[in-house]
C-alpha cells in the first residue's frame, strides 16, 4: 500500500457525461500529480499540483481540469467524455515540488470506462 | 522532449530462471524510477535510482547516469513477478516520462 487513495475504483458512465475523480495524496506530501494510462498512448502525464498550487500541465485536454484543496487532496474532472477518455487514471504524490527531485508514490487508480 | 525506450518489449521466462530489463533515456536526468504494474493494475515502486546501484531482495537496479541507462536485475524469477515493468525519468521538469515498458510473464 503506497498510502496514496483514490476513489472510485471503478467507473461507467455515458458519452457526453461529466464526473469527478478524487485523489488524497500520502501523509505529508505536498505534491499530487495525475496520469492517464490508455492501451494507444502509455502512461502520460496530466497535471501536477503542489500545495493547492498548479505546477506543470502536460497532455491536459481541455475538457479536463484539476484542482488542489487546502486539505491537499486533490480532484480531477472530465467533462463532456468521449469513448477514447477510457483508460486508467492514477494520481501520485510527492514530498516536495518538482524542483528538487522526489520519489513518486503511485494510487491504485480509477478505471474509468465511456460507453 | 526526452525519449525512454525500454528493452526487450515481451519476456517470457521460466520459473526461477534470471532475466535483465534494460531502460535507455536520450538525455541526462535527475530523477528514475522502476515501477511494476501487476496483473490488476497498480503500479509498485520498485526503486528510487537516479545514479548507482541498489538491491531489495531478488531484485537489483543499476543506472549509469553519464551513460543514460538503467538496468532492472530479477533474479530467480517468481510468478507473481509477472506483469509489466516501467521506467520512468525526469530532468528539471515536473513530470514523469514513462518507458512503454517490458512485459514479463513467468511461468510455472
Known amino acids: 500500500d503506497s498510502g496514496v487513495t483514490q476513489t472510485p475504483k471503478h467507473l461507467i458512465t455515458a458519452t457526453g457525461q461529466r464526473v469527478t475523480l478524487r485523489c488524497s495524496p500520502r501523509?505529508?506530501?505536498?505534491?499530487v500529480y495525475w496520469y492517464q494510462q490508455s492501451l494507444d498512448q502509455g502512461l502520460q502525464f496530466l497535471i501536477q499540483y503542489y500545495n493547492g498550487e498548479e505546477r506543470a500541465k502536460g497532455n491536459i485536454l481541455e475538457r479536463f481540469s484539476a484542482q488542489q484543496f487546502p486539505d491537499l487532496h486533490s480532484e480531477l474532472n472530465l467533462s463532456s467524455l468521449e469513448l477514447g477518455d477510457s483508460a486508467l487514471y492514477f494520481c501520485a504524490s510527492s514530498v516536495g515540488t518538482g524542483g528538487v527531485s522526489y520519489e513518486q508514490y503511485f494510487g491504485p487508480g480509477t478505471r474509468l470506462t465511456v460507453t | 522532449g526526452i525519449q525512454v525506450e525500454q528493452s526487450p518489449p515481451d519476456l517470457i521466462l521460466q520459473e526461477g530462471a534470471n532475466s535483465t530489463l534494460r531502460c535507455n533515456f536520450s538525455d541526462s536526468v535527475n530523477n528514475l524510477q522502476w515501477f511494476h504494474q501487476n496483473p490488476w493494475g497498480q503500479l509498485i515502486n520498485l526503486f528510487y535510482i537516479p545514479s548507482g546501484t541498489k538491491q531489495n531482495g531478488r531484485l537489483s537496479a543499476t543506472t549509469v547516469a553519464t551513460e543514460r541507462y538503467s538496468l532492472l536485475y530479477i533474479s530467480s524469477s517468481q510468478t507473481t513477478d509477472s506483469g509489466v515493468y516501467f521506467c520512468a525519468v525526469r530532468r528539471g521538469t515536473y513530470k514523469y516520462i514513462f518507458g512503454t515498458g517490458t512485459r514479463l510473464k513467468v511461468l510455472a
Open positions: 501523509s505529508g506530501d505536498l505534491s
